[in-house]
């Protein structure tokens, strides 16, 4: 009997969702274009520049957030091998 191997990663690894990078994308070059436009001076830019600063940092915490791994104990046992392979060799004389 031959048993089916599915394949592993040694290292989990999440990446911050593409959605994330470009919201944090868009929200950066709006700002670069409230910080260069004319009413930049005015109270109105004023705030609206400091509203795009608080949500370019709400995204990053959120990317950095989802890049962290959930805690030391999951990721130890992440990378414990899987019981159920043996070490990727299938037994052909069973």
């Given at each position: 009997?031959?048993?089916a191997i599915r394949s592993s990663s040694s290292a989990p690894t999440t990446p911050a969702p593409t959605g994330l990078k470009a919201e944090l994308a868009k929200a950066r070059k709006e700002y670069s274009a409230c910080i260069n436009c004319a009413s930049a001076?005015?109270?109105a830019g004023r705030r609206n520049i400091q509203q795009l600063d608080v949500?370019?940092?709400q995204i990053q915490a959120r990317i950095d957030a989802?890049?962290?791994p959930a805690s030391p104990?999951?990721?130890a046992a992440a990378s414990l091998p899987d019981p159920g392979v043996a070490?990727?060799?299938i037994d052909v004389y069973a």
């Open positions: 009997m031959v048993a001076n005015t109270d949500k370019i940092q989802s890049a962290a104990a999951t990721a070490a990727g060799r």
